[in-house]
């Protein structure tokens, strides 16, 4: 079990794609989208996924890099968890790593006005476990990746640790500390006109949208500062919000798709 752990750890500490939201938020992003899911792509989705849940699914290709099944340079290790933009927030089409914003609006494409009857069931099942995921990852102030944007070190609650990982995770489990379920509860309850709001616009626009976080977010600190209760009150607003964002959204870029 110690080596599992070790082997793990060390996977983690050399992985150069960060883990946006961590599980949890993961799930959570995947169940507020559920909820907000027309009972005919709830339906789909379900069928695709054999039963399971997209909650189920969401964390898939950030833990699939821990299987057998992963193998670099094939499909798995192209992914895109991250989004680029330049400094003034726009949207980076021509990138050399993955880009979430450019593969989920391809993927949009690819499948739209009910072509995704044309594809093999295995191809647009595992495009789907993709989404449930990848949606939540360009939602993560972190992952949308300005051209000058750095990854500082930072002191979080006495802990040292970089200002990513504080976004991934930190945050919200520290802070929160609720179920994915309970991100429902607590961010799910938008009116109509409030949910045609935030969902308007294109994947390349809700990448904008977090862009303009991110760059809040980074006016806040710099290397080795001490973040801590007065950081935190401030910032956890924006994580929830962009969870909630990401929820609402990933619900409505399949209603489109599976309408
Ligand atoms: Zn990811």
Not at 3 to 24: E, H, N, T, Y
Not at 43 to 54: N, P, R, T
Not at 212 to 235: H, M, Q, S
Request: proline share 4%.
């Amino acid at each position: 079990m110690k080596k599992i752990l070790l082997v793990l750890v060390l996977l983690v500490a050399v992985s150069p794609v960060a883990f946006a939201w961590g599980r949890i938020g993961h799930q959570a992003v995947a169940y507020i989208a559920e909820c907000h899911l027309n009972p005919n792509t709830k339906a789909i989705l379900l069928d695709f996924l054999d039963g399971e849940s997209i909650v189920s699914t969401s964390n898939w290709p950030d833990e699939i890099r821990f299987t057998d099944e992963y193998i670099p340079g094939r499909e798995h290790s192209k992914f895109g968890h991250s989004a680029f933009y330049t400094d003034d927030n726009k949207v980076i089409w021509d990138t050399k790593e993955p880009s979430a914003v450019i593969q989920i609006t391809q993927i949009q494409d690819k499948y739209k006005d009910g072509k995704w009857r044309n594809y093999p069931r295995e191809e647009v099942k595992r495009d789907i476990m993709y989404l449930t995921h990848a949606i939540g990852d360009m939602h993560c102030p972190l992952h949308v990746k300005r051209t000058s944007d750095t990854n500082p070190r930072i002191t979080f609650y006495g802990n040292k640790t970089k200002y990513h990982t504080l976004w991934d995770n930190d945050l919200i489990t520290r802070l929160n500390n609720w179920s994915f379920m309970e991100y429902e509860y607590m961010l799910g309850r938008l009116t109509d006109q409030q949910v045609d709001q935030i969902t308007k616009g294109t994947v390349a626009d809700w990448g904008e949208d977090i862009a303009r976080y991110t760059k809040i977010v980074f006016d806040w600190v710099e290397p080795g500062c001490e973040l801590n209760k007065v950081f935190a009150y401030k910032a956890l607003p924006i994580a929830n919000h962009c969870i909630q964002y990401a929820g609402y959204r990933m619900a409505r870029y399949f209603n489109e798709i599976f309408k």
